[in-house]
Protein backbone atom coordinates (compact mmCIF):
# COMPACT_ATOMS: atom_id res chain seq x y z
CA UNK A 1 0.00 0.00 0.00
CA UNK A 2 1.33 3.57 -1.09
CA UNK A 3 2.69 5.72 1.96
CA UNK A 4 0.09 8.72 1.92
CA UNK A 5 1.20 12.16 3.72
CA UNK A 6 0.02 15.66 4.52
CA UNK A 7 2.25 18.25 2.35
CA UNK A 8 0.73 20.96 3.58
CA UNK A 9 -1.29 22.62 6.26
CA UNK A 10 -2.75 25.17 3.59
CA UNK A 11 -6.48 23.60 4.22
CA UNK A 12 -9.05 23.82 1.82
CA UNK A 13 -11.83 25.10 3.68
CA UNK A 14 -14.75 23.54 1.38
CA UNK A 15 -13.61 21.51 -1.50
CA UNK A 16 -10.26 20.89 -2.27
CA UNK A 17 -10.22 19.92 -6.14
CA UNK A 18 -7.69 19.66 -9.12
CA UNK A 19 -4.30 19.21 -7.74
CA UNK A 20 -1.63 20.03 -10.51
CA UNK A 21 2.17 19.24 -9.92
CA UNK A 22 4.42 21.44 -12.22
CA UNK A 23 7.85 19.96 -12.03
CA UNK A 24 9.30 22.82 -13.69
CA UNK A 25 8.61 25.26 -10.36
CA UNK A 26 8.43 22.33 -8.15
CA UNK A 27 5.13 23.77 -6.93
CA UNK A 28 1.38 22.43 -6.52
CA UNK A 29 -1.33 24.19 -8.08
CA UNK A 30 -4.83 23.54 -6.64
CA UNK A 31 -8.50 24.84 -5.72
CA UNK A 32 -10.88 25.27 -3.22
CA UNK A 33 -14.06 24.93 -5.76
CA UNK A 34 -16.97 26.43 -2.94
CA UNK A 35 -14.10 28.96 -1.08
CA UNK A 36 -13.89 30.64 -4.81
CA UNK A 37 -10.19 30.25 -4.61
CA UNK A 38 -7.08 29.49 -6.31
CA UNK A 39 -4.16 27.82 -4.53
CA UNK A 40 -0.16 27.68 -5.23
CA UNK A 41 2.32 25.53 -3.36
CA UNK A 42 5.46 25.95 -3.02
CA UNK A 43 6.36 22.33 -1.33
CA UNK A 44 10.29 23.44 -0.50
CA UNK A 45 9.44 26.08 1.43
CA UNK A 46 5.86 25.24 2.35
CA UNK A 47 4.43 28.58 1.53
CA UNK A 48 1.36 28.61 -0.23
CA UNK A 49 -0.37 31.71 -2.22
CA UNK A 50 -3.75 32.46 -2.78
CA UNK A 51 -6.39 34.03 -5.31
CA UNK A 52 -9.69 34.63 -4.48
CA UNK A 53 -12.33 34.50 -7.13
CA UNK A 54 -15.90 35.32 -7.82
CA UNK A 55 -17.32 32.23 -8.63
CA UNK A 56 -17.02 28.24 -8.36
CA UNK A 57 -13.79 27.11 -9.69
CA UNK A 58 -13.20 23.66 -11.23
CA UNK A 59 -9.47 23.52 -12.06
CA UNK A 60 -6.35 25.39 -12.70
CA UNK A 61 -3.26 24.59 -14.31
CA UNK A 62 -0.19 26.61 -14.64
CA UNK A 63 0.88 28.21 -18.16
CA UNK A 64 3.61 27.31 -20.37
CA UNK A 65 5.01 30.81 -20.75
CA UNK A 66 5.30 31.14 -16.80
CA UNK A 67 3.71 33.58 -14.39
CA UNK A 68 -0.06 33.19 -15.02
CA UNK A 69 -2.65 30.32 -15.39
CA UNK A 70 -5.26 29.47 -17.11
CA UNK A 71 -9.08 28.22 -14.90
CA UNK A 72 -12.68 27.09 -15.28
CA UNK A 73 -14.19 29.38 -13.11
CA UNK A 74 -18.45 29.33 -13.23
CA UNK A 75 -18.84 28.80 -16.86
CA UNK A 76 -16.11 30.93 -18.02
CA UNK A 77 -12.62 29.95 -18.49
CA UNK A 78 -10.44 33.23 -17.45
CA UNK A 79 -6.33 33.36 -17.20
CA UNK A 80 -5.15 34.90 -14.24
CA UNK A 81 -1.87 36.50 -14.24
CA UNK A 82 0.27 35.70 -10.89
CA UNK A 83 1.72 38.43 -10.23
CA UNK A 84 -1.28 41.38 -10.31
CA UNK A 85 -4.04 39.51 -9.68
CA UNK A 86 -6.18 40.55 -13.14
CA UNK A 87 -8.12 38.30 -15.12
CA UNK A 88 -8.93 37.71 -18.45
CA UNK A 89 -12.26 35.66 -19.82
CA UNK A 90 -11.46 34.04 -23.03
CA UNK A 91 -14.31 31.49 -23.30
CA UNK A 92 -18.25 31.37 -21.70
CA UNK A 93 -20.00 28.33 -22.47
CA UNK A 94 -23.17 26.58 -21.77
CA UNK A 95 -25.08 30.23 -22.45
CA UNK A 96 -28.49 28.46 -22.61
CA UNK A 97 -27.74 26.94 -19.31
CA UNK A 98 -26.75 29.57 -17.11
CA UNK A 99 -26.84 27.51 -13.77
CA UNK A 100 -24.10 25.25 -14.78
CA UNK A 101 -20.38 25.48 -13.87
CA UNK A 102 -17.27 23.89 -15.20
CA UNK A 103 -15.88 21.07 -12.77
CA UNK A 104 -12.71 19.06 -13.49
CA UNK A 105 -10.05 19.85 -16.42
CA UNK A 106 -5.98 19.62 -17.45
CA UNK A 107 -4.04 19.99 -20.36
CA UNK A 108 -3.89 17.45 -22.98
CA UNK A 109 -0.09 16.14 -24.31
CA UNK A 110 -0.26 18.80 -26.74
CA UNK A 111 -1.04 21.82 -23.88
CA UNK A 112 -4.49 22.25 -24.99
CA UNK A 113 -6.49 22.30 -21.79
CA UNK A 114 -9.65 20.81 -21.62
CA UNK A 115 -12.57 21.14 -19.50
CA UNK A 116 -16.38 19.95 -18.33
CA UNK A 117 -19.36 21.26 -17.03
CA UNK A 118 -22.26 20.14 -14.64
CA UNK A 119 -25.49 21.43 -13.48
CA UNK A 120 -25.90 23.18 -9.89
CA UNK A 121 -26.82 21.04 -7.20
CA UNK A 122 -30.14 21.90 -5.99
CA UNK A 123 -28.87 20.24 -2.03
CA UNK A 124 -26.60 18.07 -1.20
CA UNK A 125 -26.07 15.18 -3.76
CA UNK A 126 -29.18 16.28 -5.41
CA UNK A 127 -28.07 17.82 -9.55
CA UNK A 128 -29.99 17.50 -12.87
CA UNK A 129 -28.71 15.11 -15.03
CA UNK A 130 -27.36 15.48 -18.65
CA UNK A 131 -26.91 19.45 -18.34
CA UNK A 132 -23.04 19.30 -18.95
CA UNK A 133 -20.51 18.77 -21.87
CA UNK A 134 -16.78 18.56 -21.93
CA UNK A 135 -14.85 21.92 -24.14
CA UNK A 136 -11.30 21.34 -25.24
CA UNK A 137 -9.53 25.14 -25.62
CA UNK A 138 -6.81 25.33 -28.43
CA UNK A 139 -3.50 27.47 -28.33
CA UNK A 140 -5.39 30.01 -30.67
CA UNK A 141 -8.45 30.37 -28.52
CA UNK A 142 -10.51 28.53 -30.69
CA UNK A 143 -13.42 25.90 -28.33
CA UNK A 144 -14.64 23.21 -29.04
CA UNK A 145 -17.51 20.94 -27.52
CA UNK A 146 -17.14 17.17 -28.06
CA UNK A 147 -19.65 15.67 -25.71
CA UNK A 148 -22.94 17.21 -23.90
CA UNK A 149 -25.34 14.99 -22.21
CA UNK A 150 -22.92 14.50 -19.03
CA UNK A 151 -24.09 14.55 -15.23
CA UNK A 152 -20.96 15.53 -13.27
CA UNK A 153 -17.41 15.95 -15.85
CA UNK A 154 -15.02 15.15 -14.02
CA UNK A 155 -11.09 13.15 -14.22
CA UNK A 156 -9.49 12.69 -17.42
CA UNK A 157 -6.07 11.95 -18.52
CA UNK A 158 -4.46 10.29 -21.53
CA UNK A 159 -2.33 7.06 -22.33
CA UNK A 160 1.31 7.24 -22.79
CA UNK A 161 1.57 6.89 -26.19
CA UNK A 162 -1.44 9.56 -26.39
CA UNK A 163 -3.47 7.46 -28.46
CA UNK A 164 -6.03 7.41 -25.81
CA UNK A 165 -8.49 9.66 -23.96
CA UNK A 166 -10.02 8.27 -20.57
CA UNK A 167 -12.90 10.59 -19.13
CA UNK A 168 -14.89 9.87 -16.29
CA UNK A 169 -18.67 11.26 -16.08
CA UNK A 170 -18.95 10.14 -12.30
CA UNK A 171 -22.78 9.13 -12.07
CA UNK A 172 -22.10 6.32 -14.89
CA UNK A 173 -19.47 4.58 -12.84
CA UNK A 174 -17.44 3.90 -15.66
CA UNK A 175 -14.07 5.26 -17.03
CA UNK A 176 -14.89 5.55 -20.62
CA UNK A 177 -12.29 5.65 -23.29
CA UNK A 178 -12.03 7.70 -27.07
CA UNK A 179 -9.55 7.42 -30.01
CA UNK A 180 -6.86 10.21 -29.69
CA UNK A 181 -5.36 12.56 -31.91
CA UNK A 182 -2.70 14.43 -30.53
CA UNK A 183 -1.87 15.94 -33.73
CA UNK A 184 -5.83 17.86 -34.02
CA UNK A 185 -6.60 17.65 -30.93
CA UNK A 186 -9.89 15.47 -31.27
CA UNK A 187 -10.99 12.66 -29.68
CA UNK A 188 -13.68 9.72 -31.45
CA UNK A 189 -15.30 5.82 -31.27
CA UNK A 190 -16.19 6.37 -26.95
CA UNK A 191 -16.60 3.14 -25.26
CA UNK A 192 -16.61 1.79 -21.69
CA UNK A 193 -12.76 0.63 -20.84
CA UNK A 194 -13.53 -0.39 -16.81
CA UNK A 195 -16.81 -0.51 -15.18
CA UNK A 196 -16.29 1.02 -11.05
CA UNK A 197 -18.13 -1.50 -8.80
CA UNK A 198 -20.28 1.19 -6.80
CA UNK A 199 -19.66 -1.17 -3.19
CA UNK A 200 -15.77 0.85 -4.06
CA UNK A 201 -18.02 4.66 -4.37
CA UNK A 202 -17.76 6.74 -7.57
CA UNK A 203 -15.14 7.45 -9.78
CA UNK A 204 -13.59 11.16 -9.51
CA UNK A 205 -10.29 12.64 -10.46
CA UNK A 206 -8.30 10.49 -12.82
CA UNK A 207 -4.25 10.41 -13.65
CA UNK A 208 -2.06 8.05 -14.86
CA UNK A 209 1.02 6.67 -13.95
CA UNK A 210 4.59 6.04 -15.62
CA UNK A 211 3.71 2.42 -16.01
CA UNK A 212 0.38 3.50 -17.95
CA UNK A 213 -1.58 2.58 -15.13
CA UNK A 214 -4.95 4.32 -14.21
CA UNK A 215 -5.21 6.24 -10.40
CA UNK A 216 -8.83 6.86 -9.70
CA UNK A 217 -10.12 9.19 -6.90
CA UNK A 218 -13.25 7.37 -5.03
CA UNK A 219 -15.76 9.81 -4.18
CA UNK A 220 -17.63 8.44 -1.14
CA UNK A 221 -15.40 5.67 -1.07
CA UNK A 222 -12.43 7.48 0.76
CA UNK A 223 -9.40 5.70 -1.53
CA UNK A 224 -7.76 6.02 -4.20
CA UNK A 225 -7.38 3.03 -6.76
CA UNK A 226 -5.04 2.07 -9.01
Excluded at 85 to 104: C, S
Excluded at 183 to 195: F, K, M, W
Aim: aromatic share 10%; proline share 4%; with cysteine.
Amino acid sequence: MADISVVSGDICTKLGEGPTWDAATQKLFFVDALDYSVHILDVETGKAKNYQLDGIVGCVVPRKRGGSVILACERTIRFLDLETGQQEVVATVDEDKPENHFNDGKCDPAGRFWAGTKGRETGVGILPPEQGSLFSLSGDRKLTKWIDKITISNGMTWSLDEKTFYYIDTVTSKIHAFDYDDEAGAISNRRSAVQVDPSLGYPDGMTIDSEGMLWVAMYDGWKVRQ
